[in-house]
Nanobody, 115 residues
Framework: QVQVAESGGGLVQPGGSLRLSCAAS????????MGWYRQAPGKERELVAR???????DYGDSVMGRFTISRDNAKQTVYLQMNSLKPEDTGVYYC?????????WGKGTLVTVSS
Protein backbone atom coordinates (compact mmCIF):
# COMPACT_ATOMS: atom_id res chain seq x y z
CA GLN A 1 0.00 0.00 0.00
CA VAL A 2 1.23 3.46 -0.89
CA GLN A 3 0.56 6.54 1.19
CA VAL A 4 1.49 10.08 0.27
CA ALA A 5 1.69 13.13 2.50
CA GLU A 6 2.12 16.73 1.44
CA SER A 7 3.72 19.59 3.36
CA GLY A 8 4.74 23.17 2.77
CA GLY A 9 1.53 25.02 2.02
CA GLY A 10 0.61 28.34 3.54
CA LEU A 11 -0.10 32.00 2.94
CA VAL A 12 2.17 33.97 0.63
CA GLN A 13 1.99 37.38 -1.00
CA PRO A 14 1.70 37.77 -4.77
CA GLY A 15 5.12 37.49 -6.35
CA GLY A 16 6.39 35.30 -3.54
CA SER A 17 7.61 31.72 -3.46
CA LEU A 18 6.72 28.48 -1.74
CA ARG A 19 8.13 24.98 -1.87
CA LEU A 20 5.86 21.98 -1.48
CA SER A 21 7.08 18.52 -0.56
CA CYS A 22 5.42 15.15 -0.85
CA ALA A 23 6.80 12.01 0.71
CA ALA A 24 5.53 8.60 -0.35
CA SER A 25 5.63 5.47 1.74
CA UNK A 26 5.61 1.98 0.28
CA UNK A 27 7.59 0.93 -2.75
CA UNK A 28 7.83 3.67 -5.34
CA UNK A 29 9.98 3.13 -8.39
CA UNK A 30 11.64 5.68 -10.61
CA UNK A 31 9.33 4.82 -13.52
CA UNK A 32 6.25 5.54 -11.42
CA UNK A 33 4.82 8.99 -12.06
CA MET A 34 4.75 11.46 -9.19
CA GLY A 35 3.17 14.87 -9.46
CA TRP A 36 0.99 17.66 -8.26
CA TYR A 37 -2.58 18.66 -9.00
CA ARG A 38 -4.54 21.57 -7.58
CA GLN A 39 -8.14 22.50 -7.07
CA ALA A 40 -9.29 26.09 -6.72
CA PRO A 41 -12.64 26.94 -5.12
CA GLY A 42 -15.46 26.17 -7.54
CA LYS A 43 -13.13 24.65 -10.12
CA GLU A 44 -12.12 21.18 -11.21
CA ARG A 45 -8.87 19.60 -10.16
CA GLU A 46 -6.13 20.33 -12.70
CA LEU A 47 -2.61 19.14 -13.42
CA VAL A 48 0.15 21.37 -12.09
CA ALA A 49 3.19 19.23 -12.85
CA ARG A 50 4.28 15.60 -13.01
CA UNK A 51 7.56 13.81 -13.36
CA UNK A 52 8.75 10.35 -14.29
CA UNK A 53 12.34 9.25 -14.61
CA UNK A 54 13.56 9.21 -18.17
CA UNK A 55 11.01 11.73 -19.41
CA UNK A 56 10.75 15.49 -19.43
CA UNK A 57 8.40 16.85 -16.76
CA ASP A 58 4.92 17.96 -17.77
CA TYR A 59 3.54 21.30 -16.62
CA GLY A 60 0.14 22.90 -16.75
CA ASP A 61 0.05 25.86 -19.11
CA SER A 62 -0.70 28.34 -16.34
CA VAL A 63 2.42 27.46 -14.31
CA MET A 64 4.94 26.97 -17.12
CA GLY A 65 8.09 28.97 -16.44
CA ARG A 66 7.16 29.73 -12.83
CA PHE A 67 6.97 26.31 -11.17
CA THR A 68 9.60 23.58 -11.13
CA ILE A 69 9.02 19.96 -10.18
CA SER A 70 11.83 17.74 -8.96
CA ARG A 71 12.17 14.34 -7.41
CA ASP A 72 14.47 12.48 -5.06
CA ASN A 73 13.99 8.79 -5.78
CA ALA A 74 16.06 7.67 -2.81
CA LYS A 75 13.74 9.59 -0.48
CA GLN A 76 10.61 8.81 -2.52
CA THR A 77 9.86 12.51 -2.39
CA VAL A 78 8.65 14.95 -5.00
CA TYR A 79 9.00 18.71 -4.68
CA LEU A 80 7.26 21.65 -6.26
CA GLN A 81 9.10 24.96 -6.25
CA MET A 82 6.60 27.72 -6.92
CA ASN A 83 7.89 31.17 -7.85
CA SER A 84 6.18 34.38 -8.95
CA LEU A 85 2.98 33.23 -7.30
CA LYS A 86 -0.28 34.81 -8.36
CA PRO A 87 -3.65 34.99 -6.60
CA GLU A 88 -5.01 32.55 -9.18
CA ASP A 89 -2.55 29.95 -7.89
CA THR A 90 -4.63 29.74 -4.73
CA GLY A 91 -6.05 26.32 -4.07
CA VAL A 92 -5.55 22.95 -2.46
CA TYR A 93 -2.51 21.19 -3.88
CA TYR A 94 -2.64 17.41 -4.01
CA CYS A 95 0.24 15.02 -4.41
CA UNK A 96 -0.39 12.18 -6.82
CA UNK A 97 1.43 8.92 -7.42
CA UNK A 98 0.61 6.50 -10.20
CA UNK A 99 2.13 3.13 -9.45
CA UNK A 100 1.56 0.62 -12.22
CA UNK A 101 -1.95 1.76 -13.05
CA UNK A 102 -3.11 2.53 -9.51
CA UNK A 103 -3.56 6.13 -8.38
CA UNK A 104 -2.72 7.35 -4.90
CA TRP A 105 -3.59 10.80 -3.57
CA GLY A 106 -2.55 12.84 -0.59
CA LYS A 107 -5.03 14.76 1.53
CA GLY A 108 -3.86 18.07 0.09
CA THR A 109 -2.17 21.21 1.37
CA LEU A 110 -3.69 24.67 1.08
CA VAL A 111 -1.82 27.40 -0.76
CA THR A 112 -3.21 30.91 -0.45
CA VAL A 113 -1.74 33.76 -2.48
CA SER A 114 -3.02 37.04 -1.16
CA SER A 115 -1.84 40.43 -0.02
Amino acid sequence: QVQVAESGGGLVQPGGSLRLSCAASGSIFSDNTMGWYRQAPGKERELVARIRSGRDPDYGDSVMGRFTISRDNAKQTVYLQMNSLKPEDTGVYYCHVRRYGTDYWGKGTLVTVSS
